[in-house]
């Protein structure tokens, strides 16, 4: 596997590449939508000030299906089918409030549509332990907090986990 370029493209252009509809926050990966309005504004002025220089990072469903039927991964094709079945094309790696707040950004500001970009990144071609690695990786050599090393450890039993809380969080 060789790492992807980190292309920038205008907002107009993002909005077409990875719409809301063909993104997927897969719960291994991100955190639900967490950000206050703070986040939000010092996100869009970045994107103003044309330094926001973290790129979105985005794994492609299909690519990603087809690696695997090809090594025999039947769990892992399972797992990307599943989303491809939910009419997904991509899964958010990194930047899945960053994704969401790009697009209010686009909504609120026509004016910058074309002027002002964001960089971004399509890994293709992975199976689930590699996806998990390039997570882990991202963190620019910090370790990952508690709640994120939970979030995103690989295997049966953190799913178990996740499903669990899930189910019991009305308790909370």
């Known amino acids: 596997m060789s790492l992807a370029k980190l292309p920038q493209c205008t907002l107009r252009e993002f909005r ?31 994107i103003r000030k044309g330094m926001n220089i973290n790129p979105l990072i985005y794994i492609e469903i299909s690519s990603c299906m087809e690696y695997c039927r090809v090594k025999g991964l039947d769990n892992d094709y399972l797992y990307y089918k599943h989303y491809a079945d939910e009419g997904y094309e991509y899964i958010t790696l990194e930047g899945g409030n960053r994704h ?55 295997g049966v039993v953190s799913d178990l986990v996740r499903k669990t809380a899930e189910k019991l969080s009305h308790v909370w």
Not at 18 to 46: A, G, I, Q, Y
Not at 122 to 138: E, F, N, S
């Open 100 to 154: 969401d707040s790009t697009h209010n950004f686009y909504e609120q500001e026509p004016q910058n549509r074309d002027d002002k970009h964001v960089n971004y990144c399509v890994i293709k071609g992975v199976d689930r332990k590699t996806m998990h690695d390039l997570y882990r990786r991202v963190a620019y050599g910090k370790a990952p907090n508690r709640q994120e090393q939970r979030t995103g450890i690989f």
């Open 16 to 46: 077409k590449m990875f719409p809301k509809s063909k993104v997927v926050r897969c719960k291994k990966f991100n955190r639900k939508d967490c950000w206050d309005l703070l986040d939000h504004v010092r996100w869009w002025e970045s």
